[in-house]
């Protein structure tokens, strides 16, 4: 059974940086690709960014591009989202999704990834 875990959600305040992490376990390997989302009440999940499990290619929303940088480490099975420059717009569940299929462009789309997990908190204040 799959199980996907995120963590480092908090409270910041604008301008400051938070990492999230996430790692997938009961899956075939460390390769998976990884899309993160985000969601605030009212509002279809979003796309944030993604990296896919070879190659590590990665892909951003254009609200996050430049401020959020999303890395792997296969040997230890985790991925990383920074985030810089918090604001408040940037206040959301967070959720990691993970799929190992294999894929020639980065998904970027929720129905594309197969397991997510249960979603972290992050606020950011003014």
């Known amino acids: 059974q799959v199980h996907v875990v995120e963590s480092g959600g908090g409270l910041v305040q604008a301008g400051d940086s938070l990492r999230l992490s996430c790692s997938a376990s009961g899956g075939p390997g460390r390769t998976y690709n990884v899309g993160w989302f985000r969601q605030t009440p009212g509002k279809e999940r979003e796309f944030v960014g993604g990296?896919?499990?070879?190659?590590?290619?990665?892909n951003y929303a254009d609200a996050v591009r430049g401020r959020f940088t999303i890395s792997r480490d296969n040997t230890k099975g985790m991925v990383y989202l920074q985030k810089n420059s918090l604001n408040p717009a940037d206040t959301a569940v967070y959720y990691c999704?993970?799929?190992?299929?294999?894929?020639?462009?980065?998904?970027?789309?929720?129905?594309?990834?197969?397991?997510w997990g249960q979603g972290t908190q992050v606020a950011v204040s003014s």
């Open positions: 990296i896919t499990g070879y190659g590590g290619r990665t």
């Open positions: 999704a993970v799929s190992w299929k294999l894929v020639v462009s980065m998904p970027i789309l929720a129905n594309e990834y197969e397991y």
